[in-house]
Nanobody, 123 residues
Framework: QVLLVESGGGLVQAGGSLRLSCEASGRTFSIVAMKWFRQAPGKDREFVAAISWSGGTTYYADSVKGRFTISRDNAKNTAALQMNSLKPEDTAVYYC????????????????WGKGTRVTVSS
């Protein structure tokens, strides 16, 4: 089992920045990719970004490319999401996720979820 705990959410004005962190514990050796998803009020959960645990391969949703950066620190078992140039439409609960395997579509195949951290971007 893998436990994921997010931190770093909050309220920020449009154009501002926030950095989300995710700490993994437990059977972290089984993780091959870390991901971030988000769910805005009244909407489905959507993929935001992913990173391979070992090779640093990254993927981003088109809506965040050029503004968000995902990273990981294997030594600390953490992943982070640096969010710049935030927009009101980025308002959502952000979830950290981990996968034991990956296929062609990195937006699917999550084995573990965090409980989420809320990000609110005011206009």
């Amino acid at each position: 089992q893998v436990l994921l705990v997010e931190s770093g959410g909050g309220l920020v004005q449009a154009g501002g920045s926030l950095r989300l962190s995710c700490e993994a514990s437990g059977r972290t050796f089984s993780i091959v990719a870390m991901k971030w998803f988000r769910q805005a009020p009244g909407k489905d959960r959507e993929f935001v970004a992913a990173i391979s645990w070992s090779g640093g391969t990254t993927y981003y949703a088109d809506s965040v490319k050029g503004r968000f950066t995902i990273s990981r620190d294997n030594a600390k078992n953490t992943a982070a999401l640096q969010m710049n140039s935030l927009k009101p439409e980025d308002t959502a609960v952000y979830y950290c996720a981990a996968s034991n395997s990956v296929g062609a579509n990195w937006a699917v195949g999550v084995n573990y979820w965090g409980k989420g951290t809320r990000v609110t971007v005011s206009s």
